[in-house]
């Protein structure tokens, strides 16, 4: 653990500073937060560590401040500075498995707490939500069902035809406007691919061409939520 300064605070162990810990959490363009009754917005300053914080509870006058984030793998450390209300604080937690929440605990001039976040990343949280849960696909005589492990980008495939031995595989989806990229690893048969697509303007349908270690041809598939 690294051992930090603070002013305010003294020396405290805030975060590990060893580097490859793991995923690199995205900081999003808005944190919803909740610290205890208090609720909270913090609005990045476009891709900086700096956000625009304000508070808000019924009966109180709204607070604001200036937030730098921190991270380190999964670790997080938060100063809030320039408090409107003259109380500045130190958040320390964790990201979420997904990376789309965060938690953890403050200690502020005055008093301190548990803090909780849902992160939104505007684009990146649409292009997930568009995965769906379910894709029924189709390649040539093959039928597959697609099926989303929670809300992961991460799919478990199976493909049936008549006479044949199923086959199965796991699946990475990507969408990014339009354009749909799928990588088909750890087949049943041996046979791993790549699939490239276009995504319908209402999101419901997409198809375009695939190559594979063997073979490859024309896909298309009906998205379910």
């Not at 803090?115 to 684009?123: P, Y």
Request: with cysteine; aromatic share 12%.
């Amino acid at each position: 653990m690294y051992p930090y300064w603070d002013p305010y605070y003294g020396e405290y162990d805030a975060i590990p500073v060893q580097r490859g810990l793991g995923q690199n959490f995205d900081l999003g363009q808005r944190w919803i937060v909740q610290e205890g009754p208090w609720r909270a917005v913090w609005t990045r300053r476009g891709r900086s560590n700096q956000f625009d914080g304000r508070w808000s509870l019924a009966g109180q006058r709204d607070v604001t401040a200036v937030l730098t984030i921190y991270t380190a793998g999964p670790f997080i450390l938060i100063q809030r500075r320039n408090s409107s209300d003259g109380n500045n604080c130190n958040y320390t937690g964790l990201f979420g498995a997904d990376g789309r929440t965060a938690s953890g605990q403050f200690v502020c001039t005055r008093g301190g707490g548990s803090w909780s976040a849902v992160i939104e990343r505007r684009q990146q949280d649409r292009d997930r939500d568009r995965l769906g849960r379910v894709w029924y696909e189709q390649e040539g005589g093959w039928q597959g069902v697609w099926t989303r492990r929670g809300n992961s980008n991460v799919f478990d495939a199976r493909w049936t035809q008549s006479g044949q031995t199923p086959v199965t595989a796991v699946l990475t989806i990507r969408i990014q406007g339009n354009n749909v990229r799928v990588e088909r690893r750890s087949s049943s048969d041996g046979n791993n691919c790549d699939y490239r697509g276009t995504l319908s303007a209402d999101g419901r349908t997409v198809s375009g061409q695939f190559t594979c270690d063997r073979g490859g041809g024309s896909w298309q598939a009906t998205i379910t939520r």
